[in-house]
């Protein structure tokens, strides 16, 4: 056999959970209320009304997931803290029972040899926060850095590597602009004052944990590249346009320390003009970019489409997993040679990556059989190796997600999981891709050799780069 495929040497195998996705218990032992606590109590926000007062119960139930991580292999595991399950109020006092089960997890992971990745926010802002204004308060940044300040102090000593924000494009586009999320607002005015407090939250944490911290920092966004949908020049403005609505919003300004030029084309009179001072604190050096790749999206002009004015085609011959995204690997490897290329090849974690299929019921001797999700596995872990070998420093890898949970407003209905979860018994069973990606991971890639490449039906026009 033809032995092409080996990552690098300490390349970093993960999977990644979020803390209100998993943990179920939001308000035990002393914890605040997150918005996600308020929006899934809003009637008609959660499919079935879903909530996540138990989702995983993975507060309870840690040390047992844990092992289930060993028994895959896992040398990593990225997880998210609860803001007010640390400090109710989102500033002041600290609840120490919350910041105890984090300090708990993390000694339980390195027990068992596994490097705990944590992300400082992953949407669950502290109600009484969003009661100020949340993120369109500008004293957030500051709220933050406080609150950041005492995860660092607390966990630095044995967490190596600390993201800001999760995706700060969700939060700005689902939750201010399109409502679909939490807070669930709908105001093309609001969403980049809620994107730009972000960044500035981000700058503020980063330069805090350049004062007492020892180890790494970054954020993680959610890229998705954009390719025109014909050689029209108005459908390649409109590309452009969402492009940089998406992608370059969010890393422009922390790797260049500036907007991208068309910003006032995407939102038009909505998009304020910045104090100087607020891009040199975005601006901060990062330690890595970590990335999150599900899938692309080809784009025609169309006036109506709110707020870029660019509208998603469907693609007649390829495959979309359940969440409606079409699976196209080649999207991941041009979006990290665009990265790489834009940026100056920054370190760089794929923080989350996979797909939600309907999986068939727990077979007799538990076993669930996931094509479909092995073989987005394979395409996706080949692409990042093809960007590795066109000089991409890609550092390692975190599957979404190591169990089934809380998929926000889709509720239960949605499995991203590599281990199912019956959410009646809380029983776990591995499935066909958790099994794989142990052999990936004890191989350190090389089974991917074994496997037929199945490339995706439509490879497409590059990516729009401006
Ligand atoms: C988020 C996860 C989410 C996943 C699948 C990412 O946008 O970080 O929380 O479950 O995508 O939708």
């Known amino acids: 056999m033809n032995k092409s495929i080996k990552f690098p040497e300490h390349f970093l195998w993960g999977a990644a959970t979020s803390a209100y996705q998993v943990e179920g218990s939001p308000l035990a032992d002393g914890a605040g209320a997150s918005i996600w606590q308020r929006f899934v109590n809003t009637p008609g926000t959660i499919r079935d009304g879903d909530t996540g007062d138990v989702a995983c119960d993975h507060y309870n139930r840690y040390k047992d997931d844990v092992a289930l991580m060993k028994?895959?292999?896992?040398?990593?595991?990225?997880?998210?803290?609860?803001?007010?399950?640390?400090?109710?109020?989102?500033?002041?006092?600290?609840?120490?029972?919350?910041?105890d089960f984090y300090d708990k997890l993390v000694d339980e992971l390195l027990a068992n040899g596994i490097a705990p990745l944590v992300t400082l926010f992953h949407w669950d802002l502290p109600v009484a926060l969003d009661d100020q204004g949340g993120w369109l308060n500008r004293d957030i940044a500051d709220w933050f850095a406080d609150y950041s300040r005492v995860m660092f102090d607390k966990l630095d000593d044995r967490v190596k590597s600390w993201a800001t924000l999760n995706e700060p494009w969700v939060v700005a586009d689902q939750g201010y602009l399109h409502g679909m999320l939490a807070p669930g607002h709908r105001n093309k005015y609001e969403a980049p004052i809620a994107a730009h407090n972000l960044l500035r939250a981000h700058g503020a944490a980063v330069k805090a944990y350049r004062e007492v911290g020892k180890h790494q920092i970054g954020l993680v966004v959610n890229l998705e590249p954009k390719y025109p949908a014909s050689s029209d020049p108005a459908d390649i403005e409109a590309c452009a346009r969402a492009h940089s609505q998406m992608n370059a919003q969010y890393c422009d300004p922390i790797f260049l320390g500036k907007y991208p030029d068309n910003m006032k084309d995407v939102y038009g009179e909505a998009w304020p003009d910045w104090p100087a001072e607020d891009l040199v604190l975005i601006n901060q050096p990062i330690d890595f970019l970590g990335i999150n790749y599900y899938t692309r999206s080809v784009n025609r002009h169309d006036p109506k489409a709110y707020v870029a004015?660019?509208?998603?085609?469907?693609?007649?011959?390829?495959?979309?997993?359940?969440t409606g995204w079409e699976v196209f690997d080649q999207g991941l490897s041009d979006t990290l040679k665009w990265v790489a290329k834009r940026y100056g090849n920054p370190p760089i974690y794929i923080t989350e990556n996979g797909s939600a299929f309907y999986d068939p019921p727990v077979a007799e001797g538990g076993k669930v059989n996931d094509p479909l999700r092995v073989n987005y596995l394979q395409k996706h872990l080949r692409a990042i190796h093809s960007a590795i070998e066109a000089g991409c420093d890609v550092r390692g890898y975190c599957a979404w997600s190591l169990l089934d949970n809380l998929e926000w407003a889709h509720g239960y209905s949605k499995r991203f999981g590599i281990i199912h979860v019956n959410f009646e018994t809380q029983e776990r069973t591995l499935k066909d891709s958790a099994y794989f990606y142990k052999e990936v991971i004890a191989t350190n890639g090389a089974v991917l050799d074994t496997v037929p490449a199945v490339p995706s039906t439509w490879r497409g026009e590059p990516m729009c780069t401006n």
């Open 71 to 99: 028994r895959i292999g896992l040398q990593a595991y990225r997880f998210s803290i609860s803001w007010s399950r640390v400090i109710p109020q989102g500033r002041g006092a600290i609840n120490q029972k919350g910041l």
């Open 309 to 322: 004015r660019a509208t998603p085609v469907r693609q007649p011959m390829a495959t979309y997993t359940e």
